[in-house]
């Protein structure tokens, strides 16, 4: 692939797999594909399920600002807060050098950076870490579990976390979802879902006391073993923040899109 090919990619596996997450969550969930932007809003209190982001390819500066304030509108229209992804790539360079101040225009303002990654890089080996055992997630304790690292990985409270997931069936039977274990302690963990010909890594954290000691790449390695085996796919995709970013060229990653993350101006 082309790297603006990878970048349409990584926009339309948001979209593909934000809709199976934010319909999981919200049966009445506001899903709309619109020209130029990608509805997917649970309006749960786990903000990363409450999602636009923009579709256009080669978007000029006078469309950006035009869709801005439309991602906005909408935005505003919702009882919780989300974000709008913006995948960098797909703006021409009138509309990346407009970036520095049309959000401002349209209410929004950068909440923080990420980076689409993917690669042909299936299968992987049965990962093995000297200090995790991993443990598929199954039963609704360790959906709370998985909820509440993430959570703490990301800095909201526990509610919010157990919004996104707990009670989920997407979650124990079509995400190949893990738990790294320190003895009875989960400490990481990450989770692999098919989603059009690739697998997408979705929700990794690592417990904040326990990160810089390979846990998040080991647990990414087991989600992607796990279910590479059981779908055969070969290419998979996700998206990386700044933290995550180093860890998964290491897998056989390449990043692809810059991605801004904006939120509504307080």
Not at 203 to 214: F, N, Q
Request: overall charge negative; some cysteine.
């Amino acid at each position: 692939m082309t790297g603006l090919n990878e970048s349409v990619e990584s926009m339309e596996q948001l979209a593909v797999v934000w809709r199976a997450m934010v319909l999981d969550r919200n049966a009445d969930a506001d899903v709309r594909d619109l020209p130029g932007l990608a509805v997917r809003w649970a309006d749960c209190r786990f903000a990363f399920w409450n999602c636009v982001t923009l579709t256009d390819i080669a978007t000029n500066a006078e469309l950006l600002e035009q869709r801005l304030h439309q991602a906005a509108d909408i935005m505003r229209s919702k009882e919780h807060p989300g974000f709008l992804w913006l995948f960098e790539d797909l703006l021409d360079a009138d509309a990346l050098a407009a970036l520095e101040a049309a959000p401002a225009r349209a209410g929004l303002e950068r909440a923080f950076p990420g980076t689409g990654m993917a690669g042909d890089l299936l299968p992987v080996p049965d990962p093995v870490h000297p200090d995790l055992t991993f443990v598929r997630v199954t039963t609704d304790e360790q959906l709370r579990v998985y909820a509440d690292l993430n959570a703490r990985a990301y800095g909201m409270p526990v509610e919010d976390g157990r919004d996104g997931i707990v009670g989920s069936t997407l979650w124990k039977d079509g995400v190949h979802a893990y738990l790294g274990m320190r003895g009875d302690v989960a400490v990481t963990c990450a989770g692999t879902v098919e989603a059009e010909g690739r697998l997408f890594v979705v929700l990794v954290a690592t417990d904040p006391e326990w990160e810089r000691r390979g846990y998040g790449e080991a647990v990414t390695r087991k989600a992607l073993y796990e279910g590479g085996r059981a779908t055969g796919l070969t290419r998979a995709t996700l998206h990386a923040t700044v933290a995550g970013a180093p860890v998964y060229p290491r897998i056989g990653f390449e990043p692809n899109s810059p991605i801004g993350f904006y939120s509504l101006k307080q």
